[in-house]
């Protein structure tokens, strides 16, 4: 049986190439990678007697997403039927058709191979599932990474090739599928590069470590309709980081950023610039915070300074790490230099000190017995989340440090949580921020100015933020 179909050039290998274990699909909005999984799915059944098993998140969602795709292409293909009567009686119908069934979802073909669907949410019915050699997981973003490491482990078919295909629009870069593929922290808090993004969305086609990263766009699929691709270049207009994700698939933050105004200093010019406002600043506008954590949280240390005229925010110093007692945190060499630093402010006239979280009283006695000076927060309190994120946000500009890698990878994508009906949470975020807690520890008794504070002068004079009235600048 001879079949022709038109094929994307660029997913022409992807779709003939099953050399690998292992297949990452990252791309923009409607650039086709979903649709063109699917047609390497069938073109492999045809070819050879497999069992593919199609996950989702969630179960319900399969139906209207790849189980409709494998039908678009089955019937522009002339392969499709949904008549079991005829597939089972007539061997000639049977050998030019694969049979559809809605109930229980699944796709039979001619030699014997199969398609069938689960989703995650029902994690005990993929336990039972055998006879697999093919796993797609659509949306593998939304899969938790334990699932996935689960099928890995469970789904194993002796005397033939396994092979796993990964599919996704990219999400934050705190998503596990960024931390698993691409980069992420070890314990130490230093960062472990396993692909850089930029060389991916770059060479658009690597195989690293046995896995197959493919990255698309729009522009890859050559029947987008035109109207689609305006709709996405609009995106910029309002939402500029979803449109970085839609239209050219890269790694981002969806939803609403908690701090619009961080900002990466450059190397170079740039970086001297940073340091030279920094010194200018001098020691009485260096602050130092302390968030403590040992399992899942890491004990974060911030050194920055604050410019209260102009609104800037500037920070330059990071110690990130868990997994550590605190005896051998505080004997860190990058440790022992903040204690050195704030102790030789104090010695030239300067009241320093590292503010830490208040939950941990021993914590801090145990840092004061090591020489540190440290003491407990004041502003963590009931709905304290909420007011110290206000503080922050109402800095003009937030100045990070390129070496602090941690603070811009909880901050520079840090947004809010979202409740069930998309209203933001404003007290809560996609990720447990160490470095923000930290921030609030140290600004523990710094007023940041917002707009409604400030008095705007004229001639006539106005009314100041407490409802006095003023004059020439001087209140009566």
Not at 378 to 400: A, D, E, M, W, Y
């Amino acid at each position: 049986m001879r079949i022709t179909k038109c094929v994307a050039p660029r997913f022409e290998d992807f779709i003939f190439d099953w050399d690998y274990s292992e297949y990452l699909l990252v791309g923009g909005y409607g650039s086709g990678k979903s649709y063109q999984v699917a047609f390497k799915l069938i073109l492999k059944l045809l070819e050879e007697k497999r069992r593919v098993l199609v996950v989702r998140q969630v179960f319900a969602t399969i139906l209207y997403s790849c189980y409709s795709l494998f039908v678009e292409i089955l019937k522009d293909m002339k392969l499709y039927t949904d008549d079991p009567f005829r597939f089972k009686s007539s061997r000639v119908f049977r050998n030019k058709h694969v049979l559809a069934k809605k109930s229980p979802m699944s796709f039979q073909f001619p030699n014997g191979s199969e398609i069938i669907f689960s989703g995650m949410d029902d994690p005990e019915k993929v336990k039972s599932i055998t006879g697999v050699s093919i796993i797609w997981l659509e949306e593998c973003s939304e899969i938790s990474e334990a699932a996935y490491l689960e099928l890995q482990g469970r789904v194993r078919t002796p005397n033939v090739s396994m092979h796993f295909i990964l599919s996704c629009n990219p999400v934050s870069k705190n998503n596990w599928v960024y931390k698993h593929f691409f980069k992420r922290l070890d314990e130490d808090g230093d960062e472990i590069v396993i692909l850089d993004d930029k060389e991916f969305y770059d060479k658009k086609t690597i195989v690293k470590n046995g896995t197959y990263y493919m990255h698309s766009v729009p522009d890859d699929n050559p029947w987008l309709p035109f109207q689609y691709m305006q709709r996405l270049d609009k995106l910029k207009e309002y939402d500029y980081h979803l449109y970085m994700v839609a239209r050219w698939g890269q790694f981002g933050v969806q939803g609403t950023r908690v701090l619009p105004q961080f900002r990466v200093c450059k190397r170079g010019k740039a970086e001297q610039q940073f340091w030279n406002r920094v010194r200018k600043l001098g020691p009485e506008n260096e602050y130092f915070g302390f968030d403590f954590g040992f399992e899942e949280s890491y004990n974060a240390v911030i050194s920055m300074s604050v410019d209260l005229e102009n609104g800037i925010l500037y920070i330059w110093d990071e110690v990130y790490r868990n997994h550590i007692t605190d005896d051998k945190f505080a004997e860190l060499p990058e440790m022992q230099k903040v204690k050195d630093h704030v102790n030789r402010l104090n010695e030239q006239g300067y009241s320093k000190t590292v503010v830490a979280d208040n939950e941990d009283p021993k914590a801090i006695q145990y840092y004061r017995q090591c020489g540190f000076r440290i003491r407990a927060c004041r502003n963590k309190f009931r709905g304290s989340r909420l007011s110290n994120t206000r503080k922050i946000k109402r800095f003009k500009k937030i100045v990070c440090h390129p070496d602090c890698v941690n603070v811009i990878r909880e901050l520079y994508d840090l947004t809010y949580a979202k409740k069930p009906n998309g209203e933001l949470v404003y007290d809560q975020f996609n990720i447990d921020p160490h470095s923000f807690s930290a921030i609030w520890y140290a600004l523990d008794t710094v007023t940041v100015a917002d707009v409604k504070d400030k008095v705007f002068w004229s001639r006539h004079g106005g009314i100041d933020g407490n409802g006095g009235w003023l004059q020439w600048g001087r209140q009566i």
